[in-house]
């Protein structure tokens, strides 16, 4: 294991750790360091410490007890200095976790994989309704599962702009360590799902590494302009630094003794289609890659359509709204 992670962690300046579970753990063996007591290095301890102890008791059919447990954790956050600030910053941002029990259940399910369960469950409904009601606390602990899952996903994304955007004053020196060892990350970029198996079901999952390493990707540009958001995030394949995946392409063994495999160019679509248009043309190549789309000139513009100026038949509304909105796209409403 190369030297960089060992070199540029600093646990005392409140560095956090992503990547896979087990590959995290390796780096610190790997190292030959240990996490000292009372400090946090990995985003679940942050979590563990809000929010997922109460979602662990959730009744999918009365989140608004679940909401109130909650709320007396934010009041006493004021007593805990870094988890504090974390509990407070992310209870009023999009990523909080009332936010992810507003979610409605279907939906839900939908998006976190679990809808075969659903649509199993509701096969049942029609084929043996007895037993169905027998299985019905089975479906409520997978809806449980899904609200836990979309937590998780949020706080864990919610800690890396914590960090690289300075959003926790306990911690202002601190960095994103992102391990990429054992990562597919083809797949990741191109948004796959994996299989996984609970209680004899399959679910299509997307993996939470995958979601936080998408979630990097579409801030890259935000992260890229500011020299001081740059240096808070470090990307890692075994050990050694190497640059954004969607960036730099490599063929490395990694800490577990397989093989990383990285092509930036598997990164070119997703990063188009979450980079807002860039004016400057020299920053567009440099984040994708690729040449920066052609922008429309005046006149290679159709030519705008004439109109009659006393029609045979009375306008219709949607016609006269067709016409103004023509007017306004060629600019012809703006010539004198």
């Not at 188009?272 to 890659?289: A, G, I, S, Y």
Request: charged share 25%.
């Amino acid at each position: 294991m190369e030297s960089d992670f060992k070199e540029l962690w600093n646990a005392g300046n409140g560095d956090l750790i992503y990547g896979d579970s087990g590959t995290r753990m390796a780096y610190f063996s790997g190292a030959g360091m240990s996490i000292p007591q009372g400090k946090f290095a990995y985003m679940d301890d942050f979590n563990n410490n809000f929010f997922c102890p109460i979602l662990g008791t959730l009744n999918p059919l009365q989140k608004k007890q679940t909401i109130d447990k909650l709320v007396e954790a934010v009041e006493d956050a004021a007593l805990k200095s870094g988890v504090g600030n974390y509990i407070r910053g992310i209870w009023n941002h999009k990523y909080s976790p009332k936010n992810a029990l507003s979610l409605n259940p279907v939906v839900l399910l939908e998006k976190e994989g679990y809808i075969s369960v659903v649509k199993a469950y509701q096969k049942l409904i029609r084929e043996d309704p007895t037993r169905a009601k027998m299985h019905r606390g089975n479906l409520w602990a997978v809806v449980k599962k899904a609200y836990e899952s979309k937590a998780i996903r949020r706080g864990c994304k919610y800690g890396l702009l914590m960090i690289i955007h300075g959003l926790n004053e306990s911690f202002p020196n601190a960095r994103i360590h992102f391990a990429l060892d054992g990562l597919r990350l083809g797949q990741i970029a191109r948004r796959e799902t994996y299989t996984a198996k609970v209680g004899g079901h399959e679910f299509q999952r997307f993996s939470i590494t995958g979601t936080e390493l998408r979630s990097l990707c579409r801030q890259w540009q935000s992260i890229k302009l500011s020299s001081e958001k740059m240096s808070r995030l470090v990307f890692y394949v075994n050990g050694g630094v190497v640059g954004p995946p969607w960036l730099d392409s490599w063929n490395k063994t990694d800490v577990n003794g397989g093989t990383c495999v990285n092509d930036a160019k598997d990164w070119r679509p997703y990063l188009q289609k979450h980079t807002p248009q860039v004016r400057d043309e020299n920053l567009f190549r440099e984040l994708t890659h690729v040449e920066p789309p052609p922008v429309p000139s005046r006149a290679n513009r159709p030519a705008p359509p004439t109109f009659p100026t006393a029609p045979q038949q009375p306008e219709t509304h949607a016609q006269k709204f067709a016409r103004i909105r023509d007017r306004f796209e060629s600019g012809q409403a703006f010539r004198s």
